[in-house]
């Protein structure tokens, strides 16, 4: 029996970042993932906005940044185009296109060099509770064993069974989970290399189709659609998406992305007697742009930090670990509240009512751009909007 102040289940952004606060706050930590290599096979677009790396205090690093970008392109069912391009722009959840694969290993190293303990394939089998603890049982390499932790987080995605396991109802719901599906492309033909393109309407329905560019001739190309909306499979409308679009006509797929994304907010209750959830298993993503990155990771360092906390006031009670609950929502859950009301307005929109949209974006100068001004902008231009979304503003 290995024993440890926390266990951290999932060693995505979120899971790590956990880990790293719960070890800088001078508790044990052991950090688990089922996969060989932390952060493969990537499951996202890749965008962070710079604002939210500031926030948590990550500095750029040239090894997982791919491409600083400079705009975004909005496109309309029609092909009506809104450019948004300046030196001073803020994009809304992006600034920085990653390499997850390097990403998430640089961030699991953060929590390595903080204290944490990493175990790399190692699949969490299942759990149950002891006393004032919980036991999970772990494989690795064929061989099972039992790691015994005073907290556990449960940072294992949109699927998470950990949470399920200790009784929390943190399952999505079949209209909040969007299909994502992506290729990593080259010989992609964008009209400006440093602006990340978003499409809207039937080409995804429930989502988005987007390009976000790497560098050179490459590019992630992908979108999201909630399957109650289509007919279609995703990989049905990705075909259909890269076969249309001028840009990725003539390009060709290296990689090929798959997974859920949670974007129906974050649930009820994400806490219990000796455990935390972070991460998309906590809902912790913007519901409007799908981006889980630094959201995720505030949710881990808030659930890292009050862990810490916790284990110093040798208090693991779900009254104590309330506080993580408090926290993390003042920090981001109004914004995904708001998002995801706003989310489901665009949603009500047909082609047309997009068409006219972005026709009436062309004449509106935009000094800023964040998904907060775009909402804005959107308000002022449609008085349906003006009726769902006023008093969000």
Request: negative net charge; contains cysteine; aromatic residues 6%.
């Amino acid at each position: 029996m290995i024993q440890t102040d926390v266990l951290v289940i999932g060693s995505g952004p979120a899971g790590s970042s956990a880990a790293k606060h719960a070890a800088l706050g001078g508790a044990d930590v052991i950090l688990i993932d089922k996969k060989s290599e932390i952060g493969a096979p990537k499951r996202c677009a890749e965008g962070v906005s710079k604002g939210g790396l500031e926030k948590l205090g990550i500095k750029p690093n040239p090894r997982w940044v791919t491409k600083e970008l400079d705009g975004v392109r909005l496109v309309s069912p029609n092909g009506t185009n809104v450019w948004l391009t300046s030196d001073e722009i803020e994009l809304p959840e992006a600034g920085y296109i990653l390499e997850r694969k390097v990403f998430d290993k640089h961030m699991a190293m953060d929590a390595a060099r903080a204290g944490a303990k990493i175990r790399v394939k190692t699949l969490a089998k299942e759990m149950e509770k002891d006393g004032n603890s919980y036991i999970v049982t772990c494989e690795h390499m064929g061989e099972l064993f039992k790691i015994q932790a005073k907290i556990v987080i449960a940072a294992d995605g949109p699927e998470s069974r950990v949470a399920r396991w200790a009784g929390l109802k943190t399952a999505t719901k079949a209209k909040n989970m969007e299909s994502g599906i992506q290729f990593e492309m080259c010989g992609v033909e964008m009209e400006k290399q440093d602006v990340i393109e978003f499409y809207f309407g039937s080409v995804a329905p429930g989502g988005y189709a987007w390009i976000f560019p790497k560098g050179d001739d490459i590019a992630n190309v992908g979108l999201a659609v909630i399957a109650p909306d289509t007919d279609k499979t995703a990989y049905d409308h990705l075909i259909e998406f890269v076969n249309n679009c001028p840009a990725t006509q003539n390009a060709q797929a290296v990689e090929l992305n798959i997974g859920g994304d949670p974007v129906g907010g974050m649930p009820k209750k994400i806490y219990a007697d000796n455990l935390l959830v972070v991460g998309d298993a906590a809902g912790q993503v913007n519901p409007l742009t799908g981006g889980g990155i630094i959201s995720g990771m505030t949710g881990g360092m808030h659930a890292g930090i009050v862990a810490g906390e916790a284990i110093a006031d040798e208090d693991y009670s779900e009254n104590r670990l309330r506080q993580y609950d408090t926290n993390v929502r003042e920090a981001i859950g109004a914004e995904i509240d708001k998002y995801l009301k706003v989310k489901d307005f665009a949603l009500s929109l047909s082609d047309k009512e997009l068409d006219s949209v972005a026709k009436a974006f062309q004449d509106i100068e935009f000094e800023k751009v964040s998904t907060t001004e775009l909402v804005k902008s959107l308000v002022k231009v449609s008085p349906k909007a003006f009726v769902k979304l006023g008093k969000l503003i």
